[in-house]
């Protein structure tokens, strides 16, 4: 069946670019850059119930340079270019584009066998690196 309404460009700024295949080479550079996104779940899920408003607050400024930095890193275009340039809303339907062009829900269903064991090796560095910084 033809999905004729599927975007494959977005506009980023005043650029028109095209949403890209996640090649091994992509999701190496993207899986490199995204471990700060899990320091913050982990450091929210170990932040007591109280404060976790002033932590989400404090994390909201990050999260919006994620974004930016996740589609510089995707799209090829400079940082400082999106930073002037794209709005939020461009950013974040570029990644949600990106996600549903590459399947990414299917491509995890697939390696629902592994998530288990890798997961637990995913906290478990992350909390080996909370110990370092705090020593």
């Known amino acids: ?6 975007k494959d460009r977005v506009q980023l700024g005043n650029k028109k670019v095209e949403v890209p295949k996640l ?32 932590f989400i607050v404090a994390a909201a400024d990050v999260t919006i340079d994620e974004i930016y930095e996740l589609t510089s890193l995707l799209s090829d275009l400079p940082i400082e270019y999106l930073d002037e340039h794209a709005s939020l809303v461009e950013c974040t339907e570029f990644l949600r584009l990106t996600w549903e062009k590459n399947d990414i829900n299917s491509a995890l269903g697939n390696l629902n066998g592994l998530i288990p064991p890798m997961a637990q090796q995913f906290v478990q560095s ?3 690196r909370m110990e370092q910084a705090k020593g």
């Not at 996104?37 to 002033?54: C, N």
């Open 23 to 54: 090649t091994r080479t992509r999701l190496k550079k993207l899986t490199d850059h995204i471990g700060t996104i899990g320091d913050f779940l982990v450091k929210l899920f170990l932040t007591p119930e109280q404060d976790r408003a002033v």
């Open 126 to 128: 992350i909390l080996k």
């Open 1 to 6: 069946m033809l999905n004729l309404l599927k």
